[in-house]
């Protein structure tokens, strides 16, 4: 329990700078006050990212005394490896696109509903069966961070479009449904391939096949000048590469916690984790700060909170039961040994 509570303040902690410094970056004008730039380049910062990522992984192997098993890793593996590597570069398009077709309410439940398709991807794709409370826990999680983040008042600058499209609805859907496939697509490598996969050997390999891929859409597509533009801009705004690099490294050191949390605890509990952040956060600043929440909001919280209760309660339980059998059948071989 304590390691996962490490997992979270680290997850929480990290992916706060990531998120103020990934802030800065795109909304921080750069260059002459009379001619200001912004950096829109996405696809290179996603690849910086990568790259930085798959450096920080190899550094985290070598120190906990492992090797990249490169030749134990079997062909299957590294088709894994791709694939989930693709997915994980494929859906942040979608994310990117449907923000243009969307409205802020919709964007925000899009993101509160993560848990569903990570559930329906592991149920129809690879056929994993949950316990009845899983399906419980999630729906609970899911409706108490929707509550939560609709109730909230919201930000003027944050609408985005009056409405919402049917076009933009299906990018979102798009992307939600990539990152469920992304995600249990992780889980069934750790499942069938757990001598050989540790979070850092996830972690080194879907970056470094992430930034290949990257690099290949960067430097071949014939109608994308992206990389040049960057290059450009960098040589122009040098400001901006601290910020750019500081963007990789706060997510690289929060993907050291996730793929921890991901080998150890599964998909599910990590997507809980993450949905939750910004309710946790909020709380906090309640506390710390005395805001104040609607009934919608603390309505939302009493949900999460049932569903954490739920899950800890049963695991619990289950932890007991299986202390009791491990107990019974210590006493049976000892019995057994008497006899003999």
């Given amino acids: 329990?304590?390691?996962?509570?490490?997992?979270?303040?680290?997850?929480?902690?990290?992916?706060l700078t990531w998120g103020v410094v990934q802030e800065r970056v795109t909304t921080t004008t750069y260059g002459d006050i009379e001619a200001p730039k912004k950096f829109r380049f996405f696809i290179v910062l996603n690849l910086i990212?990568?790259?930085?990522?798959?450096?920080?992984?190899?550094?985290?192997l070598k120190g906990c005394g492992r090797s990249l098993n490169i030749k134990e890793t079997p062909r299957s593996l590294y088709l894994k490896y791709i694939q989930v590597a693709i997915f994980n570069c494929s859906g942040s398009p979608f994310?990117?696109?449907?923000?243009?077709?969307?409205?802020?309410?919709?964007?925000?439940?899009?993101?509160?509903?993560?848990?569903i398709p990570v559930l329906f991807m592991n149920v129809l794709v690879y056929r994993r069966r949950f316990p009845l409370h899983k399906y419980v826990c999630v729906g609970l999680v899911t409706l108490g961070v929707s509550m939560f983040m609709l109730y909230q008042t919201a930000n003027p600058a944050k609408k985005g479009p009056a409405s919402s499209s049917m076009w933009g609805l299906f990018l979102l859907s798009m992307n939600l449904a990539i990152d469920g496939l992304t995600n249990a697509t992780q889980d069934q490598i750790f499942g069938k391939y757990n001598h050989l996969v540790s979070g850092q050997?996830?972690?080194?390999?879907?970056?470094?096949?992430?930034?290949?891929?990257?690099?290949?859409?960067?430097?071949?597509?014939?109608?994308?000048?992206?990389?040049?533009?960057?290059?450009?801009?960098?040589?122009?705004?040098?400001?901006?590469?601290?910020?750019?690099?500081?963007?990789?490294?706060?997510?690289?050191?929060?993907q050291c916690f996730i793929f921890y949390t991901l080998q150890?605890?599964?998909?599910?509990?990590?997507?809980?984790?993450?949905v939750t952040r910004k309710l946790f956060t909020m709380l906090l600043s309640v506390f710390w700060f005395s805001h104040?929440?609607?009934?919608?909001q603390w309505s939302g919280v009493a949900l999460v909170?049932?569903?954490?209760?739920?899950?800890?309660?049963?695991?619990?339980?289950?932890?007991?039961?299986?202390?009791?059998?491990?107990?019974?059948?210590?006493?049976?071989?000892?019995?057994?040994?008497?006899?003999?």
Avoid at 1 to 15: D, E, K, Q, S, T
Avoid at 264 to 274: A, F, I, P, W
């Fill in 1 to 15: 329990m304590l390691r996962f509570a490490l997992c979270v303040i680290g997850i929480y902690v990290c992916f």
């Fill in 201 to 254: 050997h996830m972690m080194f390999y879907m970056n470094l096949f992430g930034s290949l891929i990257l690099s290949s859409y960067l430097l071949l597509h014939p109608f994308n000048d992206e990389l040049q533009q960057a290059l450009s801009f960098f040589q122009d705004h040098p400001a901006v590469i601290r910020d750019v690099f500081l963007f990789g490294f706060c997510g690289a050191l929060g």
């Fill in 95 to 115: 994310g990117y696109a449907a923000l243009k077709h969307i409205d802020y309410p919709t964007m925000i439940l899009g993101k509160s509903c993560k848990l």
């Fill in 49 to 60: 990212q990568s790259v930085i990522a798959t450096v920080v992984a190899y550094v985290y």
């Fill in 292 to 296: 104040t929440l609607s009934g919608g």
């Fill in 264 to 274: 150890h605890y599964g998909s599910l509990r990590l997507v809980t984790v993450t």
């Fill in 305 to 340: 909170f049932s569903a954490i209760g739920i899950e800890a309660y049963i695991g619990k339980k289950q932890k007991l039961s299986k202390k009791i059998v491990m107990d019974e059948n210590v006493d049976i071989k000892g019995v057994v040994n008497k006899k003999d």
